[in-house]
């Protein structure tokens, strides 16, 4: 895939997010990391790769990544409810959130 699309594609960022999303599903996490590192770094305010991103470091327990991803990637103009959830989640302030967003890490309170 790589091999094949220019860098100026304009789903460049859809296919890195794409590909982080098969490592996912493969358990390959760090794979993932930097596949959605890689979307987020071509646009900035792409939501759904910042929320995917913020899921995998919740899923490996680096709650404050998950903020850092999601508050970097607001202040540079994202508006996706799903990102905007997340960040409240994380903030304490929702009452229905995605898995893992609620509670402390480590006591398996969620």
């Given amino acids: 895939m790589e091999k094949n699309v220019s860098r100026g594609f304009v789903l460049w960022p859809e296919l890195k997010l794409l ?27 792409y939501g759904r790769a910042a ?5 995998l470091w919740i899923d490996m327990g680096k709650r404050d990544e998950a903020l850092n991803v999601l508050k970097r990637t607001v202040s540079r103009g994202a508006r996706s409810r799903a990102v905007i959830r997340r960040l409240i ?3 304490g302030k929702e009452r229905r959130c995605p898995p893992g967003y609620r509670g402390d890490i480590g006591t ?3």
């Fill in 108 to 110: 398996g309170r969620r």
């Fill in 51 to 55: 929320a995917f991103l913020a899921d």
């Fill in 89 to 91: 989640c994380l903030q």
């Fill in 19 to 45: 590909l982080a999303e098969a490592y996912r599903g493969l358990g390959e996490l760090g794979k993932a990391v930097v596949a959605a590192e890689a979307s987020l770094a071509m646009k900035p305010d």
